[in-house]
């Protein structure tokens, strides 16, 4: 069994990262921007969002955080969208989830300027990647891609089962999976993921275990901690575990610890290929987003 180490994926991802902006500077450029839009006082995102702009300092890229309180209406934030599209100062931005109740998401989320999209959620982008067209790709199916195709694990005419239908990771993940590879991401550093087969399971899902043990590869974003189990998984398969649920854990300093969908314990020792929690896609997702905003400056510098 391997470990995939996301943590030094992304390390290694960010070194390449600030070399390419290194060598933007030197060339007399502007360094590349990113705005972070983040409302009311979530502490998960309280805590993503921190990650976030120290992973943007790291490579040189200059993080703009837009703090607003969660009083803030739909009007409001829609102006705050308007203008950062209209900023030529800032090559993308991104608007941290959840919102408020009060909020649609929707809305908002149409309202941002697919070029400036570097999280990937427009249906323009999601539209683009569809139809092979190049596009920005949300972060953890782009961190997933990078993940596997730096571990030389291919999918070419695998089956991958990816249990999870969410816009932001499990309908573009499988997007990237089963597409004719090298149309996308014409910026990725790595070869681009493709050619697989791939049967996308979600919580009204029946026989979930008996689909799981024909997979090559099991990708679960589901967001319920434990979900796969060792009699779900067969011998030699690749496991991609994207949860990363809060539990509490008084005997934690932090009072929790994070989860992932994956029982690791019991389904390692069946794996040739698994993720941590934490250290496995969580750094790859944060690090793609630095990477989508550098193809975002690139582009439209
Ligand atoms: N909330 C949890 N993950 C994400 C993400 O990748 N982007 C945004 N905007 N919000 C999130």
Known sequence: MILLDGKY????????????????LAAGHRA?????????HNPASETYVANKMKACAEVGIVARKIALEDTVDEAELLSCVTQLNSDASIDGFIVQLPLPPHISEQRI???I??????DGLTAENIGRTVQGLPSIVSATPRGISELLCRYHIPTEGKHVVVIGRSNIVGKPMAILLMQRPYLLLPKMSAAAVGNATVT?????????????LTADIIIVAAGSPGLLKADMVPEGATVIDVGITRVDDPASPKGYRLAGDVDFENVA???AYITPVPGGVGPMTIVSLLSNTLQAYEIHR
Do not use: M, N, W
């Open 113 to 118: 300027d697919y070029r400036k999209d570097v």
């Open 9 to 24: 994926t992304a390390s290694q991802i960010r070194a390449e990262l600030k070399a390419k902006v290194d060598a933007f």
């Open 200 to 212: 996308i399971c979600h919580s009204k899902t029946q026989h979930l275990k008996d689909i799981c």
């Open 32 to 40: 590349p921007c990113l705005g972070i839009v983040i409302v009311g």
């Open 269 to 271: 020792p069946k794996c």
């Open 109 to 111: 989320l149409s309202a």
